[in-house]
């Protein structure tokens, strides 16, 4: 069975640092793993795919990278911003059609 | 273009009582997914629509619970009767085959 784990569960940094959330997954054998920010009260924000296939994607400030051999993808936000805090979660599509297998999440505050 | 809409946002009913929530996905989206989450956990998968056909419904807890997607297009799931324990937040998703997932705002369900 998959197990997401998000490490660290909390983070608050200042305004401008550049800081790297992290999550590991326990079975390898996957299709894609999917970044997700979520904001207090509201739905989930698609940020990035990466499919298994690849090592990394950009959007903006955003770079995930994945390492499947190790269990572990990264999500790096440059320059972080005030509007960038949010839980940000991490999810796994381990061949089983589709179903994500979600984390707990990372709660991030950026304080100006 | 819409995204993943969700009727109701919240929802409190008394124990034993029916009901019944709403996902319209994404236009053209042929996968359809429901997840939920409970206070405290990470997010769980429940069932996978394609089309109006059940690709997977693994995730449900019980036969307390139905999806249905006549046609599909919208999706319901009904929860009857529903218990304490089915309080959270039930989100819905759909997706092109094989891609990123869309997420709506979720329905809050307070069981009391």
């Known amino acids: 069975k998959q197990e997401v784990t998000q490490i660290p569960a909390a983070l608050s940094v200042p305004e401008g640092e550049n800081l790297v959330l992290n999550c590991s997954f326990t079975d390898s054998a996957i299709y894609n793993l999917q970044w997700f920010r979520q904001d207090p009260g509201k739905g989930l924000t698609s940020l990035l795919l990466i499919q298994s296939s690849q090592r990394e994607q950009t959007s903006g400030r955003l770079n995930a990278s994945l390492d499947k051999s190790s269990g572990r993808s990264t999500l790096y936000i440059a320059a972080s911003q005030p509007g960038d805090s949010a839980t940000y979660l991490c999810a796994v599509d381990s061949n089983s059609g589709y179903a994500l297998n979600f984390g707990k999440g990372t709660s991030l505050l950026v304080t100006p | 273009e819409a995204g993943v809409t969700q009727f109701p946002s919240h929802s409190v009913i008394e124990k034993g009582q029916t009901v019944t929530l709403r996902c319209d996905p994404i236009?053209?989206?042929?996968?359809l997914y429901w997840y939920r989450r409970v206070m405290g956990k990470e997010i769980k998968f429940l069932l996978h629509?394609?089309?109006?056909?059940?690709?997977?419904e693994s995730g449900m807890p019980n036969n307390r619970f139905l999806a249905e997607r006549t046609g599909g297009t919208y999706s319901t799931l009904k929860v009857q009767p529903a218990e304490l324990e089915d309080s959270g937040v039930y989100f819905c998703?759909?997706?092109?085959?094989?891609?990123?997932?869309?997420f709506g705002p979720g329905t809050r369900l307070t069981v009391l």
């Open positions: 629509f394609v089309k109006e056909s059940k690709q997977d």
């Open positions: 998703a759909s997706s092109q085959p094989s891609d990123e997932q869309f």
């Open positions: 236009s053209g989206h042929d996968n």
